[in-house]
């Protein structure tokens, strides 16, 4: 039992040495947590003002022990791979370093095997897009070492949108009009006033 | 007068005219300046220099002003690769046309009146980005922005206008050169309003918006500032000159006719394709190329992205004075190596540019290719001056839009396809700009020669024969070719030191005094 506990933290750590020389890859992560997200498939959250609730646990099919470097877990907003055709600054690779399917941060908590919920607003920088939600669980030297996510791993089911807010405003578009307005009217205006004064030269 | 400090001075080697005391700057028979005084801003010369030059920066600042900004633009809008590659694209040809009707308004109307309007119509179209809301909408209105780099032709007119052509190239270079800069400035400049304005309170899918503001303001206050005070020519402005008689109106249809039948009009429009059309392609993808190739951050990328557009304020009028030098000694001919060798080195760079496979290399590479491009500018419109009088507002007009068809053009073969890499893109296009330059060899000067070729010896064909062959007998019975022969007289000094013994011999039948 020693022998096979000891042999475990040593291929542990071992991995955690070859992890931070290559980086951590997307492959190498078991999937042990178990996340569920409150919109519902194809539902439309709106930016800033709509809410998603999560709740997480250990998934308790895996041997008793497997948490015992956990330490952390970070909860991303990901994007489908819907919205990451012809966007390849969404794209996915396997290198955790270079992985750019999950920017959006939604909070990162102390790990617990069970009882675990927090409720996010979805943050006005959050652009159009589907998402999934995904939780990496980081050890104490914040590396990842496991994941959970709220789709399949195809990235099929359970996929929702989020309409971002556009940024625009009453008041920037009545700026931008009577700046526009003063622009003509200056360029107008200077050239009616010229051709009065040759009018006015030429009469005498 | 006041005497002003000049730092930077550039004189012809001339026995001296009396001053002519309405003039801050010696002068030649056209009252055009033979120095530029760089820290002056004294009516006319300078000030128009002055004005000209922050008129075309400002329609640089606007143009690429999305560029740094597309990482925060592209989450707001939903937009895709080629939405993006397309906006690109759209942002540099707007002007191929609009740099064609540039040369006419500046030809019938004057540059001041050219330069103003642009600036004070394009501020409504940079406001506007507040109501941007798709992908088509940011389509639009980078088209339209990138309407306003016509005011590269108003420009180098009113340069063309105000100097000697002794040292226009230098002229030339160095406010084409601080007017291309608007393209590396901007880079550094949006993001840094980006960020003040987020961290004033602003969100950031509206504060890139709030950014584009100031722009459109800039626009607005140059374009004021050139109606009030600007002035076309060196003796006062166009209209009130027509009036008076002092220079004759012209017709647009044999304005045109002389451009379009001159073959040099279409080998220089080829040519700064790929001077300045290499240069507008570059400042749109050189900065994701950094970020992907060499995995850099974004911000640091755009850095680099900036350098290169920053070197204009050095390495076009670089050209433009390496033109000149050239030409004290070797006339025509000089500038034209000139050219033909900057352009060529800066093709040779690309192809270094593309093939770098680490950091250091890759940035020494393109500092020394943007060098050359930017210098093949300036160099190309030392030359551009003297391929006609009567026409030069469209044929100026012809090579800038050259200049963006070309950039266009090359985004479109070599930077909208997944058939290759960018860096093999890159190479390709140093390739194909090293062939193209090939053809400044075919550039002949009856008067002067061409790189290959000298120029007519025995006096059979003259600087006067050549202005004035754009002017049929009907018109020179009536005098409308004697702006063409002024500036014929002038323009001498492209035979280059060799021939100047033969030079001081004015032909017979142009009675026009060398010397007042």
């Known amino acids: ?204 | 007068m006041a005497d002003h400090i000049s730092t930077f001075s550039i004189s012809h080697n001339e026995p001296t005219q009396t001053n002519n005391y309405k003039f801050d700057l010696p002068v030649d028979s056209e009252h055009k300046a033979k120095t530029l005084k760089i820290l002056s801003f004294a009516q006319p010369h300078m000030r128009s220099f002055h004005l000209a030059w922050i008129s075309f920066f400002t329609c640089f600042i606007s143009t690429f002003a999305a560029a740094p900004l597309v990482p925060i633009i592209r989450d707001t809008l939903d937009l895709t690769r080629s939405d993006i590659g397309n906006a690109g694209v759209a942002s540099v040809s707007g002007s191929i046309f609009s740099r064609l009707v540039m040369g006419v308004i500046c030809d019938l109307v004057g540059p001041r009146y050219g330069c103003a309007v642009l600036n004070l119509l394009t501020a409504p179209v940079v406001f506007s980005i507040a109501f941007v809301s798709s992908a088509e909408g940011y389509l639009v209105v980078r088209f339209m922005i990138g309407f306003s780099l016509a005011t590269f032709v108003s420009c180098q007119y009113w340069t063309s206008i105000m100097f000697n052509s002794s040292i226009i190239g230098t002229v030339n270079g160095v406010a084409g050169g601080w007017g291309d800069m608007g393209g590396g400035v901007t880079q550094l400049l949006m993001p840094f309003l980006f960020h003040i304005i987020k961290v004033s309170g602003a969100t950031p899918f509206t504060a890139w918006r709030i950014a584009f503001f100031i722009p459109g303001f800039l626009h607005i206050i140059i374009g004021v500032m050139v109606l009030t005070m600007g002035q076309d020519m060196p003796d006062g402005n166009l209209s009130a000159l027509q009036k008076k008689g002092d220079v004759a109106k012209d017709k647009f249809s044999k304005v045109l006719k002389h451009a379009v039948t001159n073959y040099r009009t279409w080998v220089f429009f080829l040519l700064y394709g790929f001077s300045m059309g290499v240069e507008l392609c570059i400042n749109n993808v050189i900065a994701e190329y950094f970020y992907d190739r060499f995995n850099l951050k974004l911000h640091t990328a755009g850095i680099i992205a900036a350098t290169f557009g920053m070197a204009n304020f050095f390495a076009r009028p670089l050209g433009g004075y390496a033109s000149d030098i050239a030409a004290r000694k070797f006339g025509m001919r000089g500038r034209l190596w000139i050219l033909w060798i900057v352009q060529t080195l800066g093709g040779v760079f690309c192809i270094w540019l593309g093939r770098a496979s680490t950091l250091p290399i890759a940035i020494t590479s393109m500092i020394l290719f943007s060098i050359g491009a930017q210098a093949a500018c300036g160099a190309t419109y030392g030359i551009i001056p003297f391929v006609s009088r009567r026409s030069l507002g469209i044929i100026s007009g012809l090579t800038g839009a050259g200049g963006n068809f070309g950039g266009g053009l090359i985004q479109l073969i070599f930077f909208s396809t997944t058939k290759f890499s960018t860096a093999t893109g890159l190479t390709y296009m140093g390739i194909m700009a090293v062939a193209c330059t090939i053809p400044v060899a075919f550039i002949h000067f009856p008067q002067w020669g061409s790189m290959f070729i000298p120029g007519s010896k025995n006096g059979k064909y003259t600087e006067e024969s050549y202005y004035s062959s754009e002017w049929n007998e009907e018109e020179k019975e009536k005098g409308l070719h004697h702006g063409s022969l002024k500036f014929a007289e002038n323009s001498r000094s492209e035979r280059g030191k060799r021939q100047e013994i033969e030079s001081a011999v004015t032909p017979p039948g142009y009675a026009t005094p060398e010397h007042v």
């Open chain 1, 1 to 204: 039992m020693m022998a096979i506990r000891s042999s475990f933290v040593a291929s542990i750590v071992l991995s955690c040495l070859v992890a931070t020389c290559y980086g951590v890859t997307f492959s190498s992560l078991q999937r042990t947590l178990v996340v569920t997200a409150s919109p519902q498939q194809g539902q439309v959250l709106k930016g800033g003002e709509d809410t998603i609730t999560l709740t997480w646990s250990l998934n308790t099919t895996f041997p008793t022990g497997t948490d015992s470097t956990y330490h952390t877990v970070k909860f991303m907003l990901c994007y489908a791979p819907f919205s990451q055709k012809d966007r390849a600054w969404r794209r996915t690779e396997d290198n955790l370093e270079k992985d750019k399917t999950c920017q959006h941060k939604i909070v990162t908590m102390p790990y617990a095997s069970s009882n675990n919920n927090f409720t996010w607003t979805v943050q006005k920088d959050v652009p159009t897009a589907t998402y999934f939600v995904r939780g990496y669980v980081l050890n104490s030297h914040d590396e990842e070492v496991a994941y959970g996510q709220t789709t399949d791993s195809n990235k099929v089911n359970n996929l929702f949108q989020i309409e971002s807010i556009s940024g625009r405003h009453v008041s920037l578009d009545i700026a931008s009009v009577c700046f526009s307005a003063f622009s003509v009217v200056s360029l107008f205006g200077f050239f009616f006033l010229e051709k009065r004064k040759a009018q006015a030269s030429a009469a005498k």
